[in-house]
């Protein structure tokens, strides 16, 4: 039974870590030092103060005593150069660097160790080298596969990529061998923001066919007339640091944007001069539409024949994000029939995409190798960034850029593992709750337990629970080490309160509830009386379960599919839509229905397989059932 007592443990969790251009090492943790150097003979080390090339900090770098000496040249290497041995006496961290990186970034760490740039290695090169690196720093163009992970047996500590999208390593490999993945998520912003609006204009006046046609001694004014910028609708698809920085620069040229972003604030939008609106009426009133949402599995090939249909003839798009949430070939098809007059793009499904691709050659089509973040001034920062990162992950530091990392204890870990999967579950559930457009800002989570303040640590449960809420949403991986830092960066606000209960505190965690207040839902059943999407959870013989559905009690085991129906409480409506299931083969592997309310129940239904559209549109036509959303857990 709930005790009186509500305890508030934050009112705030966003005090922990500063945006990483202004990171200063952080208080060494113990167990992250095990975890890091578990391989490596202890360092002597002295710490040295030296001016960051981003003007707004300083940082301290580490240099090596012992090797210092020894270790300062770094050795240049090109595909067809012969690999080079071992360079590093056991004490002495070598940095593997595979892809152009800011020279700045590179004097970070010469000195701190053994540094070594080998360009252009294939897999097999990289893989017979990594064995001799502690850490390695890539761009987008490396491929770090589970082989890498493996042929390093257990000596690489840290994968640093320097830039943001981290699709081109395996963070589960990564994770599993130990190893940790840091990334530069902010330092190229601007760049790609104006790559996008580089492609914008360069686009609306064919300034790259012309070139090409006149280097080729043609003089076609007429063939290249093109379209004006100033008072056509652009729609920003994805509001986050990218998209936001585009929308403030297409004001400045006089165009009228809107954004689809469903889980953007709309107040930050506003204060931009930006309106929010649906993805049907972004795409449907757009001149020009310009991508910014990360590749995750609701975004792929989201441009596609059914949604290049809806778009205006005639119409404009620029993908400075990732190839992938184009269909590519529905895009030639587009840009055949007229549906799309250009498309300006920055980043292709395959990287480098074939010679002979149609939509490469495609004249209405501009192309560039994947340049947003190539700017100098965006490849100091960055590679600056990655190597302290990478330096200070080294070190035993925490991170404010990790992706993955086990940073709890063992013993602790192996308590909470089942709440962790809870929480994120939870997490991940809610969000899908929010109805698009209304952007979450404030989610207050409550843990009933048993256990002393002192005797739990919420760290990892509510680093989980922003896992679940914003990595569906947004190119960001969350951990322990981020999951603030993320989570302030894109304006949510996450309060944590512990109700203390009268029990045995054997198990950490009663049930956790996650409410997340002020928006809408497209769920009404799910809002409790104080207008808050409120759900609650409990582990349950190991496994997760939901527990709490607004004002409804439920009891589903959260694994697989979720189909949840608020109907009017009477017979055979169990039997109605387990019929449909049924005839379309979707195997349910739970069903409950929930307390009766003025007559309304809530039937709670587990599906493996996620089930087709028009199989949902047959349960939302089943009479007496007033509303049902599908969740994807
Ligand atoms: N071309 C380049 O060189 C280059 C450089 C930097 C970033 N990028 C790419 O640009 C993209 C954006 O990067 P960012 O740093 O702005 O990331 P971000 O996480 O700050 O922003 C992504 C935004 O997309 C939104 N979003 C998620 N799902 C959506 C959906 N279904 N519809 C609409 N919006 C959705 C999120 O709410 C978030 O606001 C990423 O894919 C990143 O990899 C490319
Ligand atoms: O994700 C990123 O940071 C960009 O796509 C840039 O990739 P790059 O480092 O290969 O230029």
């Not at 090939?301 to 249909?309: G, I, Q, S």
């Not at 809806?310 to 269909?327: L, T």
């Not at 050659?361 to 960034?385: D, F, M, W, Y």
């Not at 189909?563 to 979707?586: A, H, S, W, Y």
Request: proline residues 5%.
């Amino acid at each position: 039974m709930a005790s009186s007592c509500i305890k508030a443990i934050s009112s705030s969790a966003f005090t922990a870590s500063p945006p990483p251009s202004q990171t200063k090492p952080q208080p060494s943790i113990p167990y992250l030092l095990s975890f890091l150097h578990a391989t490596s003979r202890p360092i002597s080390l002295k710490l040295s103060r030296s001016r960051s090339h981003n003007s707004h900090s300083h940082s301290f770098l580490i240099t090596n005593v012992l090797q210092k000496a020894e270790s300062s040249s770094d050795t240049y290497l090109s595909k067809s150069s012969q690999l080079p041995k071992p360079t590093s006496s056991d004490s002495t961290p070598t940095v593997l660097v595979t892809e152009k990186l800011g020279e700045a970034g590179l004097e970070v760490l010469r000195g701190f160790g053994n540094l070594e740039c080998a360009y252009n290695l294939s897999p097999e090169e990289l893989c017979a080298k990594i064995s001799t690196c502690d850490a390695l720093i890539v761009r987008s163009g490396t491929k770090v596969t589970r082989q890498v992970f493996e042929a390093a047996k257990g000596r690489l500590k840290v994968v640093g990529r320097a830039g943001v999208g981290i699709d081109n390593v395996d963070l589960q490999a990564a994770t599993e061998f130990g190893c940790l993945v840091v990334n530069a998520p902010t330092a190229n912003t601007v760049a790609a923001a104006e790559h996008g609006i580089a492609l914008l204009t360069a686009m609306s006046r064919n300034v790259a066919q012309a070139d090409a046609s006149i280097k080729a001694g043609k003089w076609q004014r007429n063939k290249y007339v093109g379209v004006s910028l100033v008072g056509k609708t652009l729609a920003v698809m994805g509001f986050g640091k990218v998209g936001s920085e585009v929308a403030r620069r297409a004001k400045g040229l006089g165009m009228h944007v809107v954004s689809h972003d469903p889980y953007a604030p709309a107040d930050r939008a506003r204060a931009v001069g930006v309106e929010l609106v649906s993805f049907e009426q972004a795409i449907g009133t757009a001149d020009f539409i310009s991508l910014h949402m990360p590749l995750t599995p609701t975004t792929s090939k989201v441009l596609n024949d059914k949604t290049f249909a809806q778009m205006k003839k005639g119409v404009r798009i620029i993908n400075v994000a990732r190839g992938g949430v184009i269909d590519e070939d529905a895009l030639v098809r587009a840009l055949d029939s007229g549906i799309v007059a250009q498309a300006a793009l920055d980043v292709f499904a395959e990287e480098p995409p074939s010679k002979d691709s149609k939509l490469v050659q495609h004249e209405n089509v501009t192309v560039t190798p994947h340049l947003g973040a190539s700017t100098k001034e965006a490849q100091a920062r960055v590679a600056i960034e990655i190597a302290e990162a990478v330096v200070g992950a080294l070190k035993g530091e925490l991170s404010a850029t990790a992706v993955n990392a086990p940073m709890v204890p063992p013993e602790v870990l192996a308590e909470l593992s089942p709440y962790v999967v809870l929480a994120e579950k939870l997490g991940k559930l809610a969000v899908q709750l929010v109805a698009g457009g209304s952007g979450i800002t404030s989610v207050r989570v409550v843990y009933k337990t048993a256990r002393d303040p002192d005797d739990l640590d919420t760290r990892l449960l509510r680093a989980m629970i922003t896992k679940g809420i914003i990595e569906p949403i947004s190119a960001s991986f969350i951990n322990l080490v981020n999951a603030d830092f993320v989570a302030k960066d894109k304006g949510l606000r996450i309060t944590e309160e512990r109700v203390a209960i009268d029990s045995s505190p054997e198990f950490p965690v009663a049930s956790i509830q996650v409410h997340i207040t002020n928006v809408e839902s497209k769920f009404a059943s799910c809002v409790s009386k104080n207008g808050n999407i409120s759900i609650e959870g409990k582990v349950k013989y190991g496994k997760p379960h939901l527990t709490l559905l607004g004002s409804f009690g439920v009891d589903v085991s959260l694994e697989g599919n979720l189909i949840l129906c608020r109907q009017v409480d009477q017979p055979g409506m169990i039997g109605q839509v387990g019929k449909i299931l049924g005839t379309e083969n979707v195997n349910v592997n739970f069903m409950s229905v929930g307390r009766t309310i003025q007559k309304k129940a809530i039937m709670a239904i587990g599906v493996d397989e996620e089930p087709k559209e028009e199989l949902l549109n047959k349960i939302g036509k089943v009479p007496d059932i007033e509303e049902f959303v599908f969740l994807k857990l």
